[in-house]
């Protein structure tokens, strides 16, 4: 990806089911191109997203019907795939998908998933495995805008709800929450 003079911007078409688009100004005559998702086609569902990308590799959570969830590490440039994990359907009462952050902690092969559903887990990519460490749990309760965090500068960042609106920070090296309030 390093090598590549132009970025390339990845996104994905509902209304195209089980495909996504990339735009690539590396090829100037036909920069949109449409490529298929890299797993089983049960695993496309209206609630797939890309929870983020770091380096040119894309992070999916790809649902099947019944909310089973597959994140996937996924390089459009080669059209590699790796299912990192296949999870269970969201334990809560509304069945509302995981809630997700995609970032690095200390270095940036630290990679670390940040899931959501009754309370937060990490998964860390280099060992393959969740923790819900005592630092990681946070007392506030939350209705989350959008299912995917936004990662800058080593925070991942939401936008939630609930008697006001706010911003919901973790510090992904420390991993340390805070709550930012934003004004009436």
Known sequence: MKSRSHQMILLHWSLIRGSLVIIDNNVPAHPIVRIRFPVKRQYVHKVTSIVGTFNGIALLALYDDSLHCQLVLYNPLTRASKILVVMDPPSNDHKVPYVFGFG????THDLKIVRRNTEFDVFDVKTSSWSTPQQYMIQWD?????????????FLYWATSKSFSSILALNVKEMVFSQIKLPD
């Open 104 to 107: 690095y902690g200390e270095t």
């Open 142 to 154: 939350f209705y989350f805008k959008d299912v995917v965090g936004v990662f800058v500068n080593g």
